[in-house]
């Protein structure tokens, strides 16, 4: 199987998605891209795979929206980003890329399309969108070392 989709019913599986997915990756951390929607539940899978990573209540994890960074300690420096409101390219150039993207963090980027020039930097995507009855469809993706995609083992 090269395919890992979920159907999440509510908010606490979406959290849980984001804790099993977290234990893949626990050791070596990676660069993560969470696309979808607004509202569609990019922060719950966040929250989930902070919380598993950091032992950090669910609670206790607000989403960057304004601050656009929020940062953890865990044995892995983690990095919760999100860039909806950067639209200064600028302002985006000025951040400290190196450091969150750096091997042997985990990086979790909400609207990276904003600033495509990380892109190439993704290890994994997380898809979410919305069906008609409101549930939300969750794949996880992983990135080829060619940058094709391709779908996690
Ligand atoms: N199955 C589900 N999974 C996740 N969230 C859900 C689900 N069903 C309903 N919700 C609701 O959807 C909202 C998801 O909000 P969340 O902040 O995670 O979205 P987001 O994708 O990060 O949005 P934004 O683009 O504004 O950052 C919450 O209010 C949550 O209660
Ligand atoms: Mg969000």
Redesign the pocket.
């Known amino acids: 199987m090269y395919m890992q989709e979920y159907v999440?019913?509510?908010?606490e599986?979406?959290i849980e998605l984001g804790r099993q997915f977290a234990l893949q990756i626990k050791k070596e951390g990676a660069n993560v891209a969470?696309k979808?929607?607004?509202?569609?539940?990019?922060?719950?899978?966040?929250k989930g795979v902070i919380s598993q990573f950091t032992n950090i209540s669910v609670d206790e994890i607000t989403?960057p929206?304004f601050t656009l960074v929020e940062e953890y300690g865990s044995k892995l420096p983690v990095y919760h980003i999100?860039l909806?409101r950067i639209h200064d390219l600028q302002e985006a150039e000025d951040f400290p890329w190196e450091d969150y993207l750096a091997k042997g963090t985990l990086c979790l980027i909400?609207?990276v399309e904003n600033f495509p020039t990380l892109e190439k930097f993704i290890d994994y995507y997380i898809y979410?969108e919305k069906n008609i009855t409101?549930?939300?469809l969750i794949s996880l993706v992983k990135k080829d070392n060619d940058g094709r995609q391709k779908l996690i083992t």
């Open positions: 999440s019913k509510n908010l599986e979406t969470l979808g929607n607004l509202g569609v539940g990019k922060t719950a899978f966040c989403s929206t999100d909806y909400e609207w979410i409101n549930e939300r």
